[in-house]
Structures are given as C-alpha cells and as structure tokens.
C-alpha cells in the first residue's frame, strides 16, 4: 500500500489541511533524501522523510500507512519522531526569544502614546501646562 505524500502529512497531523500540506511540498519544506518531494509522491513503509517548519527540521519515520486523519494519540503507531535533539534545543531557543515584553519605546505606540503625543501635538499644548506647579 502506498499513501500521497500530501495525504499523509494531513493524516499525521503535521499540517492542518491537505491544501497547506500541498503547498508546502511545492515550496520544497518537505525532503525524502535530499530531494524535494511532490505531493503526488507516495510514501512506502520504512521511508525517512523531512519537513521543515519554522527555524527547525523535523525529521519522521514511518511505520505505518494510513490516508485518514487520526486521533493525535494514534498517530506514535503510525509515524516515529527521529528529530535531532539540537534541532528541538533550536525550537527551544525560539520560543524563549519570542516571549520577550517590547521596551517603552520601541515598536509602534500604544494608545496611551498615540494620545499623548496628539496631546503634544495639539495648538493648545502650553495652555494645558500648569505654570505655577513648581515641581
């Protein structure tokens, strides 16, 4: 038995749509070794294939055929996780990196800024400004 490459990638999980899983073969995120697959390649028990998905690569193998979607607690039956540790420490790196706070300042403004400099902006800007606080 064989399975689309696209078919499976739904199948498994990996991508939330078989359309998504479609484009991402035709924009060379997914390699079986070495070389770019197309989404009407088909898929053999035993092949080790990889897909690239944000700063990483995650590499699967797989173990079983299956062309319909499946519940995530089956999907270990169907297909290994042979990813290399240094590519998950790389993910790791990424989502710490990303929950960083902006510093005030930085970025676009936020409303209180946007009002705030409309304020300083205004014609009437010194009229506002309390003359005899002597702070």
């Not at 696209?6 to 070495?34: E, F, H, P, Q």
């Not at 070389?35 to 897909?51: A, C, E, M």
């Not at 042979?82 to 005030?104: F, V, Y």
């Amino acid at each position: 038995m064989e399975v689309r490459v696209d078919k499976y990638l739904w199948a498994m999980r990996i991508y939330k749509t078989r359309s998504i899983a479609a484009d991402a073969c035709k924009n060379g995120r997914v390699t079986l070794n070495g070389v770019q697959l197309k989404p009407s390649r088909t898929f053999k028990i035993g092949d080790r294939f990889n897909v690239r998905k944000g700063p990483i690569t995650y590499t699967f193998r797989v173990l079983q055929l299956s062309e319909n979607r499946l519940g995530a607690k089956l999907v270990p039956e169907y297909m290994q996780d042979c990813t290399d540790p240094k590519q998950l420490e790389l993910l790791e790196l990424a989502r710490m990196a990303g929950n960083g706070s902006r510093d005030r300042g930085t970025g676009r403004p936020t409303k209180k800024d946007r009002r705030e400099i409309e304020t300083f902006m205004s014609d009437n800007y010194l009229d506002e400004i309390d003359w005899d606080d002597e702070d």
